[in-house]
């Protein structure tokens, strides 16, 4: 077999979450790339838009906290682009919805898990149905982070990516009859702020509100690969677990992290 065919993508259709900027369009870019035809969707329809208009791919705006707009939006993918064979669920929040836990408030936690893990729970379930029904499997890809198991931002974030990773187990048990494979991405630090060159790994200050930013900015200082990730490491990634290089792969959290959790 020639191994240029492993990563080929070409037929199959992928639905990227939360693919307005940063590691969503990457991954989107990276599929398309590899030949996928990519459906991206975010809660910024003009940002899900460029990234669509970049990679000739289809847009829409979604929520992924409202679940018949879940259920609309993957069945669009399938009508439109003729199936629906890789899921991933990148649509996420991180900055404002966290802090120590004496000053989170219930809309804060809410809100945050709404998005985080109801949104996944929504994705999956709407893929699921209509990968069962085709017959022909596929690939969920959620996107955890490292966050998950070494904690350092909040219980309101590292708990929804803990759960997240647990779905992923618990879903890979379930569909891996039908042939659907359920794998989860885990970023370790990645920089994402458009048109800001990575700085050196020593000289970002913590994010406000973390109550162990002192400890996160001071382990990034020490990545054994020595630099921030770019939002494409993780779309690499995507594609090695949505192509068939990672056919016997399913129930696997899988760092993209430069070495964080060796630390």
């Known amino acids: 077999m020639n191994p240029a065919e492993w990563i080929d993508l070409s037929g199959k259709v992928a639905h990227v979450t939360g693919a307005a900027h940063g590691i969503g369009a990457a991954i989107a870019?990276?599929?398309?790339?590899?030949?996928?035809?990519?459906?991206?969707?975010?809660?910024?329809?003009?940002?899900?838009?460029?990234?669509?208009?970049?990679?000739?791919?289809?847009?829409?705006?979604?929520?992924?906290?409202?679940?018949?707009?879940?259920?609309?939006?993957?069945?669009r993918t399938a009508e439109e682009l003729g199936s629906l064979d890789i899921l991933v669920n990148n649509a996420g929040v991180y900055i404002g919805y966290g802090g120590p836990v004496c000053e989170i408030t219930d809309d804060m936690w809410r809100t945050l898990w709404s998005i985080n893990v109801d949104g996944v729970f929504y994705c999956c379930r709407a893929a699921a149905r209509i990968m069962i029904e085709a017959g022909k499997g596929g690939r969920i890809i959620n996107i955890a982070s490292t966050q998950a198991v070494s904690p350092g931002v909040g219980v309101t974030y590292d708990g929804s990516k803990a759960a997240v990773t647990q779905i992923t187990r618990a879903l890979a048990l379930e569909l891996g009859p039908h042939g659907i494979n359920v794998n989860a991405l885990a970023p370790g630090p990645t920089w994402v702020q458009e048109g800001d060159a990575p700085p050196m790994t020593g000289e970002a200050p913590p994010r406000s509100g973390e109550p162990l930013g002192d400890t996160v900015a001071d382990r990034i200082s020490r990545l054994p690969l020595g630099h921030w990730g770019a939002p494409m490491e993780q779309g690499k990634a995507a594609v090695f677990l949505?192509?068939?290089?990672?056919?016997?792969?399913?129930?696997?959290y899988l760092p993209v992290d430069g070495g964080w959790l060796t630390l």
Not at 242 to 252: E, H, I, K, L, P
């Open 29 to 75: 870019e990276a599929l398309a790339a590899a030949g996928a035809k990519v459906a991206v969707s975010d809660v910024n329809g003009e940002g899900a838009a460029r990234t669509a208009e970049k990679i000739d791919g289809l847009a829409m705006q979604l929520d992924v906290s409202d679940r018949s707009a879940v259920d609309a939006a993957l069945a």
């Open 242 to 252: 949505a192509s068939s290089m990672s056919d016997f792969v399913t129930g696997a």
